[in-house]
């Protein structure tokens, strides 16, 4: 059972927007930033968002991030087929002093 | 750029121990200020992070498997390590070797990644 909590699917038609939430508590997420992957199966995850909002080069900006108390929401806009994967959101749990992840969102492009 | 590369058994007896290696290139890991560290992802599964090394050997592991978790590093062969023992069949997982976004512990985000390694537990 993971630490953090995210709906495990979400779906949405190609060219819309899709919001996935991960839902924590004040010793990880209240407390700590959040990072967000993409995982395409059979492949390795793939940084998205750092810093709560930030994106490493390369990451289009249709993919933000957003923060707020002990929840982070992980925004898609202008759906691709290629988007379909599964995401995962991270952070950092100062009381048991681990990396804790969500466990994952299916997003499927309809 | 940084590469990261897992090897290791991909199949490993019930009781044994698992061992991996992960071998870095684009960085020297005696000389970077990063951990370096191990995420598993049982088959159609979530993530779970086991832990992450300090060249200098100070570590943090995930509580849940601090009892049989060990990890190393060996800077001669800009190599570090994971070694899980009694391990089950719930130990069944991709294993990825991974570098932090971020210096220094509490890293919660990684950058780089390799591959991944299948080490299916079974007799």
């Known amino acids: 059972q993971s630490v953090l909590t995210q709906p495990p699917s979400v779906s949405a038609a190609p060219g819309q927007k899709v919001a996935i939430s991960c839902s924590g508590s004040s010793s990880d997420i209240g407390n700590n930033p959040v990072s967000w992957y993409q995982q395409v199966p059979g492949t390795a995850p793939k940084l998205l968002i750092y810093?709560?909002?930030e994106r490493p080069s390369g990451i289009p900006d249709r993919f933000s991030g957003s923060k707020s108390g002990t929840s982070a929401t992980l925004g898609i806009t202008g759906l691709q087929t290629g988007d379909e994967a599964d995401y995962y959101c991270g952070t950092w749990d100062s009381s048991l002093s681990v990396v804790v992840f969500g466990g994952g969102t299916k997003m499927t492009v309809l | 750029q940084v590469q990261l590369q897992e090897s290791g058994p991909g199949l490993v007896k019930p009781s044994e121990t698992l061992s991996l290696t992960c071998t870095v290139s684009g960085d020297s890991i005696s000389s970077s200020p990063y951990y370096w560290g191990w995420i598993r992802q049982p088959p159609g599964e979530g993530l779970e992070w086991i832990g992450y090394i300090y060249y200098r050997g100070n570590v943090y592991y995930n509580p849940s498997l601090r009892s049989r978790v060990t990890l190393s590093v060996d800077s001669s062969k800009n190599q570090f390590s994971l070694r899980l023992n009694s391990v089950t069949a719930a130990d069944t997982a991709v294993y990825y070797c991974a570098r932090p976004g971020r210096v220094g512990p509490g890293a919660e985000y990684f950058q780089h990644w390799g591959q991944g390694a299948l080490v299916t537990v079974s007799s």
């Open positions: 810093d709560n909002t």
